[in-house]
């Protein structure tokens, strides 16, 4: 179906149903589009957890004795490819596609790595795949409620930001939680190290005792010890998995102790108190500057939601900034006023601790 077609049809259903009916219909299959979706995700992250289960055992069968990285397994070699083929449903053949079209390419790797810090149990090709089927959704919602250029152009760039953003959330909620929890996995290590065990034997009692995402964490140094990973190696990849301050000075001093020798439970008792005092600070801190932090963010929504109001009130009173030259200029001053309003806000109240 073309562009015309679909412009015609969209004529159509608003002269027989009238605007607000068609906004209404609009809306909601945006609604079931956006259930569809979710539950789609839902789904792949349920099956996903026990295929990663079956390849990480096929791994340990098929793997030779030595490996150095152990990040960037490719999982996809492992499978049977022939009978695979056999059954590959459309969905298996749209994320083989992706699968193909990203599989001679770094961001592959790279995106491998932040799907792992965002506790996300997806594939690229898949998460791709949900990336690209948000982006169309969003392009033909364009076409269908409005003929404005610049809006098309604001929904298909939101569809592109927001998995980023997503990512990103997930994965700074990721850290937070890790951040929060070391100073216990500390203390487990340096009590187990007290009693006699060693300092894998610590990292067991951590992986049991204590909730993800820490315990994940040490739980995959320790497989990656038992593959004939040097110890090194395995806290550098967990380190470049997490990329949180507090870990590298961890790692940084179990490193040093395992080459020049020393207690390692006293100094990591003293890497504990540092990290609790630096949380105990981080809190204080978010207390003092709430109150700049909530202003930044009203000030920062509060002309958008002015224009909103206005637009529904009274379209004609505003329509001009969409549809005039100067509208135009006087929207991208007051964009880029906006923004750096909300970048000497965030420069104000984030402090370094």
């Not at 996300?120 to 250029?149: D, H, K, R, W, Y």
């Not at 929890?181 to 065990?197: E, H, M, R, T, V």
Request: charge should be positive; hydrophobic fraction near 50%.
């Amino acid at each position: 179906m073309s562009i015309s077609n679909i412009r015609a049809l969209n004529c159509l259903l608003i002269f027989l149903w009238g605007e607000k009916t068609m906004k209404l219909f609009v809306l909601s299959l945006v609604f079931i589009g956006t259930i569809i979706i979710y539950l789609y995700v839902n789904i792949i992250v349920m099956f996903n957890k026990k295929k990663i289960k079956d390849r990480l055992r096929k791994i340990v069968k098929n793997r030779p004795t030595r490996q150095k990285n152990f990040i960037d397994v490719d999982f996809e070699g492992v499978a049977d490819q022939e009978s695979k083929k056999k059954y590959l449903s459309l969905r298996e053949k749209i994320l083989e596609f992706f699968d193909k079209a990203l599989a001679e390419r770094k961001f592959r790797a790279k995106l491998v790595l932040e799907l792992k810090k965002a506790d996300i149990p997806l594939q690229p090709s898949e998460f791709m795949f949900i990336v690209v089927l948000f982006i169309a959704c969003l392009f033909f919602i364009g076409i269908l409620i409005t003929q404005n250029l610049i809006v098309r152009g604001i929904l298909l760039m939101f569809g592109i930001w927001f998995p980023c953003f997503y990512l990103n959330l997930k994965q700074k909620a990721q850290l937070k939680e890790f951040n929060n929890q070391l100073p216990d996995a500390l203390n487990l290590i340096s009590n187990a190290l007290k009693s006699g065990f060693s300092l894998l034997q610590a990292f067991d009692v951590v992986s049991k005792e204590l909730p993800p995402p820490i315990s994940r964490e040490f739980n995959q140094v320790l497989k990656e010890c038992r593959l004939n990973i040097s110890m090194e190696d395995a806290l550098n990849n967990m380190l470049k998995r997490v990329n949180s301050p507090d870990l590298d000075l961890v790692v940084t001093a179990i490193h040093i102790q395992r080459q020049t020798g020393g207690n390692l439970s006293e100094i990591l008792d003293n890497i504990n108190e540092t990290i609790r005092n630096r949380i105990k600070i981080m809190g204080e801190i978010r207390t003092l500057t709430a109150q700049g932090r909530i202003s930044g963010i009203i000030i920062s929504l509060l002309p958008i939601g002015l224009g909103l109001i206005i637009y529904l009130i009274k379209p004609d009173y505003i329509s001009l900034l969409i549809t005039h030259p100067i509208g135009w200029m006087l929207l991208s001053g007051a964009l880029v006023m906006e923004l750096l309003g909300i970048i000497l806000i965030r420069k104000i109240v984030n402090i370094d601790y």
